[in-house]
């Protein structure tokens, strides 16, 4: 029988870490349950002392995730670990993940300790984890840089008092795969007790090999476990992909001789619904849940996948969500062709009532639009996910805006604050900018507009437009996301959500780790 990988997802947590990436309680909740639903073994909920908003997401998704462990993260002190075995408390099975940094520089530099006093504390943090969970994972903090004897003895130490999991993080996206694989093999053979923990990885990309790195651990260093994010979402240039690890391990499997629990079929949906949720539109050419990962250009290949689709794939569309079925719905499609639809999208609603309103929309869109594809319903129900939260400041009502060429475009947006409509006027350079002056001209949010960006959901004149804004003010950066068949009302409910996050009172401290 093959070995087991284990796959560990952090996209709640360090993939939350990219700038405008951060999510509300209920977007990470339904993100969580997605996991679940794939088949995730660790799901990283967050960082349960990183704010009150943390913890209480951390401990909502502890009480509805039951088929995965449930992890939170953890400096290596009493209260961190405290206050992520509270957070976790109403999880089946949880995991505490504690670190502390063990390069020379990041001792010296950021945490201004000695070897002696790393040491020390990571013992006695793991120490205490253990009054809490058998499961805890203890990670080296930009491992891939440090002494190796040193790191052999913190590791040696860490599991005797405990830890069951070892992460050799790549913290900085330096290592290279021949070099990383002999680290995590030269540590396992040289610490006695290595057999009583399993050894993980964890990559960033910023040299591009997070992946490479990772593999190369596993089939080379003997790591059994792969720390990993949808999408590969992450700071700077993110961490390791979980569609291309999985998906890597099951086309390869003769290379690599192992098995993961991943349900591959819901690797399309977890990353529309990242995609969506985060604003962090997927590449076209991204490997695995990219709009042309299965699209052949070139005669020669469309002939060889016509008569035998082996000749050019490698894996089947299907096999990781994408529907096969190019039935379109229309504005006559019932209630019953919708919900057959969401079954083949693999699209679960929690109530009757959800779905009825989700039809709503479907039916409201589709007196509107012709042709309803994949990606509109999807759409729809990100859209209606996000229409129940219950603490939104503002709310977008309707807009009117006149457009000349040679002349200043007018616009006038109706929207709601705290459930009292207002309107507000402006101009513009253009009608996205007179539509976004207009808003401002009510709320003097103070906020400077970083990025702008479109992307057509589908193809063709009648595609709804998908407008992500990231917005930045006193060090916070987020981001909304808006959907329209009017791309300039997309862009007042994009400009709109963002806001919306702004004024949010949960703040989050995002530590540099792992």
Known sequence: ??????????????????????????????????LERMKVDVIEAGFAASSHGDFDAIQTIASQVKDSVVCSLARANNKDITCAAEALKPAGHFRIHTFIATSALHMEKKLRMTPKQ???????????ARRFTDDIEFSSEDGSRSDIDFLCRVL???????????NIPDTVGYAVPDGYAALIRGIRERIPNSDKAVFSVHCHNDLGMAVANSLAAVRLGGARQIECTVNGLGERAGNTALEEVVMAVKTRRDYFGLE????????????????????????PNKAVVGANAFAHTSGIHQDGVLKARDTYEIMRAEDVGWNANKIVLGKLSGRNAFKQRLQELRVVLDSEAELNSAFA??????????????????????????????????????????????????????????????????????????????IESRINSGAELILYSVNA????????????????????????????????????????AALNKLSSSSERLNPQCS
């Open 1 to 34: 029988m093959a070995d087991k990988l284990i796959i560990f997802d952090t996209t709640l947590r360090d993939g939350e870490q990219s700038p405008g990436a951060s999510m509300r309680k209920e977007e990470k909740i339904r993100i969580a349950r997605q």
């Open 457 to 496: 959901i589908t193809t063709g004149t009648q595609a709804q437009g998908e407008v992500t804004v990231r917005l930045s003010k006193a060090g916070r950066i987020v981001n909304g996301v808006g959907t329209d068949l009017d791309i300039v009302a997309a862009s007042a409910k994009a400009y709109i």
């Open 361 to 438: 929309r479907f039916k409201e869109l589709a007196d509107r639009k012709a042709e309803i594809f994949d990606e509109d319903i999807l759409s729809i129900l990100s859209q209606e996910a996000n229409a129940v939260l219950d603490h939104e400041t503002y709310r977008f009502v309707s807009l009117s805006q006149h457009s000349e060429t040679g002349e200043r475009p007018p616009a006038k947006v109706v929207f709601a604050i705290n459930g009292s409509e207002t309107i507000g006027e402006a101009y513009g350079n253009g009608p996205v900018d007179a539509t976004l002056h207009a």
């Open 156 to 166: 040696e130490v860490v599991i005797k008092e405990g830890a069951t999991t070892i």
């Open 118 to 128: 790393v040491y020390e504390q990571a013992r006695l943090a793991v120490r205490f």
């Open 260 to 283: 993961v629990r991943i349900d591959t079929t819901q690797i399309v949906p977890t990353s529309k619904l990242v995609s969506q949720t985060t604003g962090f539109v997927v590449q």
